[in-house]
C-alpha cells in the first residue's frame, strides 16, 4: 500500500464506522446486546485504525488544500470546521462510552451514548464528505 492511497483507505474506514454503528444502534433496538456489544467494538476498531492511518498520512504529506471555488467552498468549510470540532470530542466519549457499556453500567452508559451516538455518526459522515471533496470532487492538479 502506498502513502497515496490512505485517503481512500481513510474513507473506508469512515465508511465501515457508520455501517457497524448505525447496525449496532439497530442491535441494541432490538434487544440484541450481545451483536450491539461486537458492532460498537467494530466501530471503535474501525475509528481507531482511521485515525492512526490518518496520522500517518498527514503526517507525511501534511495538509491538502481544497481548489474548489464558490459555494463549494462555503460548504466543505463549513462541514470541515463541524467535521473537526466534533471528531475532538470523540476521544473522550467514545472511551467513557465503551467502559460504561463493557462495566454494565447500562443507565450511564444509555445517557451518554444518545450524545455519543450522533456525534460519531455525523463525524463518520462528514469524513467521507471531506474525502470525496477534496479527492474526488475537487481534486488537486
Known amino acids: ?6 485517503p ?5 474506514l469512515n465508511t465501515t464506522c457508520l455501517v457497524l454503528l448505525v447496525t449496532g444502534w439497530i ?7 450481545e451483536a450491539h456489544r461486537r458492532c ?11 485515525l492512526l492511518s490518518y496520522l500517518i498520512y498527514h503526517f507525511n504529506v501534511g495538509s491538502v488544500k481544497f481548489t474548489g471555488e464558490g459555494s463549494a467552498r462555503t460548504v466543505y468549510f463549513a462541514i470541515l470546521l463541524t467535521h473537526t470540532i466534533l471528531a475532538m470530542t470523540l476521544p ?5 462510552t465503551v467502559v460504561r457499556g463493557l462495566r454494565s453500567m447500562f443507565d450511564k452508559h ?14 463518520s459522515v462528514t469524513g467521507v464528505l471531506v474525502y470525496l471533496f477534496l479527492y474526488v470532487w475537487f481534486p488537486a492538479s
Open 1 to 6: 500500500m502506498e502513502l497515496t492511497d490512505l
Open 8 to 12: 481512500l483507505l481513510n474513507a473506508i
Open 27 to 33: 442491535f441494541i433496538r432490538s434487544g440484541n446486546r
Open 40 to 50: 460498537m467494538l467494530g466501530a471503535v476498531l474501525a475509528s481507531s485504525l482511521f
Open 92 to 96: 473522550v466519549l467514545v472511551p467513557i
Open 110 to 123: 444509555r445517557r451518554i451514548a444518545r450524545i455519543t451516538l450522533p456525534v460519531w455518526i455525523y463525524v
